[in-house]
């Protein structure tokens, strides 16, 4: 999957979306492809992969086919995508895969196999509480777990720096943590140009 792969499936969606051929919400990626690409070359076939509700790359990148995630979006199922066969699994609460990627990856421990989890949410969801307890947690257990902070520098249509008085939290983590910052063409949801909500 390249770059330029990535662009023109996610174009369609946004056509399809903006058409009104998509009747539910979606989350679209955009200027992060060359960071993800990257990072993809480290998860293997058989690790997991947690995601918040933008999660298009991310199932692409895992090997789900074009057409079955386009298939699952238009089902609705944008925001909380799950494909048990590619280990992809994503949800629409604000640090709701948390706790999932943490349990999968204390199983993943006890059980003694040789797999990974990689948990990818955003810069704001990074410094909640939910966050930063489950990081903790499994940076003391040891856990098979990296966690991918994909920073836009929002939270939702809120700067994150102003929120955090110019300062990015989530940046004093270890090396367990993976942080990436871009800027987006599309807004927070839809597509830019048909209301959603």
């Known amino acids: 999957m390249t770059k330029d792969d990535l662009i023109s499936f996610e ?23 060359e960071a993800l690409i990257d990072i993809f070359k480290d998860i293997k076939p058989h690790d997991w992969v947690f995601v918040s509700w933008r ?24 925001m909380a995508l799950r494909f048990e066969r ?8 604000v640090g709701g895969m948390i706790p999932i990627a943490l349990g999968t990856a204390m ?26 307890e489950s990081i903790a ?33 989530f940046e004093i983590f270890n090396e367990n943590i993976i942080v990436y910052s871009y800027l987006s063409k599309y807004p927070h949801a839809g597509a830019g140009s048909r209301v959603q909500f």
Not at 56 to 77: C, S
């Open 11 to 33: 174009e369609g969606i946004a056509k399809d979306f903006n058409n009104g051929l998509i009747r539910y919400p979606i989350h679209l990626d955009n200027g992060n492809e």
């Open 86 to 93: 590619y280990r992809v699994y994503g949800g629409a609460i």
């Open 55 to 78: 999660g298009h790359y991310k199932a692409l990148l895992k090997g789900v086919p074009p057409e079955e995630l386009r298939t699952a979006i238009h089902r609705g199922e944008s």
């Open 137 to 169: 947690y499994s940076d003391a257990h040891k856990l098979p777990l990296k966690w991918v902070v994909e920073d836009n520098g929002k939270s939702v249509c809120t700067s994150t720096l102003e929120v955090w008085n110019g300062q990015k939290p």
């Open 107 to 132: 199983a993943i421990k006890r059980s003694g196999a040789d797999e990974h989890v990689w948990c990818f949410l955003g810069d704001m969801t990074a410094c909640t509480g939910i966050a930063l």
